[in-house]
């Protein structure tokens, strides 16, 4: 992500509950779940192996970049059961940031938790090993995976794709490695080449130095080359023509000098946005803000959506949202992002920054216990959210448990347990978690419950609701009622007024 300006999260501060819609939207039922086999591209629409139309909801879960070598949070938790948190909240896609170090012969992985069973099948493996333990699981949930050559090493972000030690030789043979590492596994649906290009880095300048269209083209050939069915996923830079934006986040270029790759119709475009916590841009103080965003993003990458010249995918986009001006910047962008109820999959695909709470000038989905999930954040991204794919792609060990369905038939039993997050007296937050207690994988989940009080539902994500009186009752959204047994989903909401104590939950599963 950008990195100009670092700032340490402060002090927790209560954010605006915005209005969500589209968040209940059903989609039609296909012959075929969208999203087997690898993916190409046509237009400004990604297509699945059958031609269907998928989008990419995804989050951003770093660590192989640093000097940990491996995803963080694997000190707090079970890598599973973060895997599966992902898919429950409705994320279907997982963007893996690396550095070139994790390929060096004899790179070691550290800080991970063995104890009490964590992570138990990741001792002693190396770091390319464990991606290939996550590919795996992801796989067997129905999450696909995009590799990020974020750095060259772990020591931090490089303005162009080669250093004086890692030079463009390294990073296209480890590109190249990777790309067939993975043939054959439509988990792995593409590589991003190189993240955030800026300044020098240039777009159709011509000098092969700087030049990064032209570097992604040398790439891109490579990867394709090693396996022809990969997504070519490429970023923006930071200047173009004078006009400067966000690190990989300006793709003025793509209008006179596209990427043209030896295979067709494998390019998908990548941008990456930010608000104020990150840093100041001229666009924030226009007195036309919020208002003036869609122009500024169809300017740097949206025209490329909209001219239906390829797909476009929001690489990364996040907020600590402690501001106002961050508060309506990352409502304008997920409205910009065209929400799944109206659109489906002819929208812009995206994963957000980040799954990670220590990413301290955006925060996380999760707290900083690495377990609780901030309901806000990821309330405003319900109405974009899409759903998940069809299990492929390596799978997990046959013993493994939580494994979906059960060919043999079985009970389909759920309960559900209800938490207040926040109550100021006129309004509090509150989220249900529904686990699959029965022993076959549900298709759908319903919970009732009834307030002694007043309350009434304000706002809700991940879940649709009707509530009659004091009785409110929640039923799954279209991409998390598929839950494997022992899994969990779990959605949250808003309510008026406050001090409604817990209630009691039931829940019915089919």
Known sequence: MFRSLRRALGAAVVVLLLPLSGVQAAHADTAAAPGAGYWHTSGRQILDAAGQPVRIAGINWFGFETSNNAVHGLWARDYKSMIDQMKSLGYNAIRLPYSDDILKSGAVANSIDFSGGKNADLQGLSPLQIIDKLVAYAGRDGLKVILDRHRPDAGGQSALWYTAAVPETTWITNLK???????????????????????????????????????????????????????????????????????????????????????PNRVVYSAHDYATSVAQQSWFSDPSFPANMPGVWDKYWGYIFKQDIAPVWVGEFGTTLQSTVDQKWLAALVSYLRPTGTYGADSISWTFWSWNPNSGDTGGILKDDWTSVDTVKDGYLASVKAPGFPAEGGGSDPGDPGDPGDPGGGTAACTAAYTVSSDWGGGFNAEVKVTNSGTTALKSWKTTWTWPGAQKITNMWNAAYTQTGATVTAANAAHNGTVAVGGSATFGFGGAPGGGGVPSVSCTAT
């Not at 990867?223 to 970023?235: D, H």
């Not at 930071?238 to 986040?249: A, K, L």
């Open 177 to 263: 490695s990777l790309a067939t590492r993975y043939k054959g596994n439509p988990t792995v649906i593409g590589i991003d080449l190189h993240n955030e290009p800026h300044d020098p880095a240039c777009w159709g300048c011509g000098d092969t130095t700087r030049d990064w269209r032209l570097a992604a083209q040398r790439a891109g050939n490579a990867v394709l080359s090693a396996n022809p069915e990969l997504l070519i996923f490429v970023e923006g830079v930071q200047t173009v023509d004078g006009v400067s934006g966000w690190w990989g986040g300006n793709l003025m270029g793509v209008a006179q000098y596209p990427v043209q790759l030896d295979v």
